[in-house]
């Protein structure tokens, strides 16, 4: 059922208001080509979850295969378009959980992360973050030039939204079902998880981050071009920023 929940969220690091009930939960999870990884991220996640979404960006391996063995009840979205924000929007379209939370295929992330996430919603979060760099965080694949890129990312993001991120980029992450208008995705590529995050902050989403700890990916090779997709993310603050979108507040 959908929980009731509060005329307004509170800015950044503002104390969040608990919400009641029970509340059901999906999984989103984008793929391309990870069947070697799958068996680990679907092994981790509690067995309470609710609904597994699998968006399926055309892989020609079994990943489709694989997830409807581990888990039957998968729902299986299959996605023409590319790119991570298109799988995360489709899979968004999916979601039937009061509570929708999004994590990688690879195998960096742990599904026995996202009790963490849940709690952190039940206890008065609109949208949790995962963060890599908040205190109980840590990587074991970020690079200095990548740490120093989501450095500067989010002291831009503070200095012209406001939004105290110590980590922007990082694609785990829980929002209530009746938030997700406030989030509105239109744009394609692994800039996605940057646009959210703002428009969740600009939004005036009661927000917290998540310490998660960052594995390496298990089998094969990340889609991420550092550079390629630090402009991208660039470009998409300063769009943000001159557009001056808001998105639905709550």
């Given at each position: 059922m959908r929980s009731a929940h509060p005329k307004r969220g509170a800015a950044l690091n503002e104390a969040p208001v608990p919400r009641s009930g029970n509340p059901t939960v999906s999984v989103v999870i984008p793929t391309l080509n990870e069947a070697g990884n799958l068996p680990y991220v679907l092994n981790t996640l509690p067995s309470w979850v609710d609904q597994v979404v699998v968006v399926d960006g055309r892989s020609?391996?079994?990943?489709?295969?694989?997830?409807?063995?581990?888990?039957?009840?998968?729902?299986?979205?299959?996605?023409?378009?590319?790119g991570k924000g298109a799988a995360?929007?489709?899979?968004?379209?999916?979601?039937?959980?009061?509570?929708?939370i999004a994590i990688d295929a690879d195998g960096s992330m742990d599904g026995r992360e996202i009790e963490r996430f849940r709690d952190a919603l039940l206890a008065g979060a609109d949208y949790a973050k995962g963060s890599?760099?908040?205190v109980g965080g840590g990587s074991a694949d970020i690079t200095r030039f990548r740490r120093f890129g989501d450095w500067g990312i989010c002291l831009l993001i503070r200095i012209l939204f406001g939004a105290k991120w110590t980590d922007v980029t990082y694609g785990y992450f829980a929002i209530w079902a009746d938030r997700l208008?406030?989030?509105?995705?239109?744009?394609?590529?692994?800039?996605?998880?940057?646009l959210i995050a703002i428009r969740a902050a600009r939004a005036g989403l009661t927000t917290v981050e998540v310490p998660c700890f960052e594995s390496l990916r298990i089998h094969g090779t990340s889609n991420l071009r550092a550079l390629h997709d630090g402009m991208r993310i660039f470009r998409t603050i300063m769009a943000e920023r001159m557009r001056g979108h808001r998105g639905a507040t709550v």
């Open positions: 020609k391996d079994d990943t489709e295969r694989i997830a409807a063995v581990l888990w039957p009840e998968v729902k299986i979205v299959r996605e023409t378009r590319k995360l929007r489709a899979g968004f379209e999916a979601a039937k959980g009061d509570i929708v890599r760099f908040a208008d406030c989030i509105p995705i239109d744009s394609d590529g692994f800039e996605v998880e940057t």
